[in-house]
Nanobody, 123 residues
Framework: QVQLVESGGGLVQPGGSLRLSCAVS??????????YGWFRQAIGKQREKVSC????????EYVDSVKGRFTTSRDDAKKMVYLQMNNLKPEDTAVYYC??????????????WGNGTLVSVSS
């Protein structure tokens, strides 16, 4: 059983930065037993996978549009998963969700989801 709570969204100007946090509560296994993905959904668009930290020691993966700007990380001691977003663009505006799953990798049918946090990038 996994509980996920996102925070850190808000309004930011283009070129600015935000750090999204996902507080993870696990009842049985250690934090790194699961894979963690960040997804986003803009108005009128399909949900998009932004990043993934797979179970195990795989390096994080990113969608091409955020490579070099976004960084995801997992802190086992603090039981947190982060998405650091730099050089934000208006097209990054979306509701961002963190998700966890028992399978290796990240996928749209992940097992647990947070409720989302809104990121608005506008001047």
């Amino acid at each position: 059983q996994v509980q996920l709570v996102e925070s850190g969204g808000g309004l930011v100007q283009p070129g600015g930065s935000l750090r999204l946090s996902c507080a993870v509560s696990v009842s049985r296994f250690s934090l790194d037993y699961y894979s963690y993905g960040w997804f986003r959904q803009a108005i009128g668009k399909q949900r998009e996978k932004v990043s993934c930290i797979s179970s195990g020691d795989n390096n994080p993966e990113y969608v091409d549009s955020v490579k070099g700007r976004f960084t995801t990380s997992r802190d086992d001691a603090k039981k947190m998963v982060y998405l650091q977003m730099n050089n934000l663009k208006p097209e990054d505006t979306a509701v961002y969700y963190c998700a966890a799953g028992v399978r290796v990798g990240c996928y749209y049918g992940m097992d647990w989801w947070g409720n989302g946090t809104l990121v608005s990038v506008s001047s």
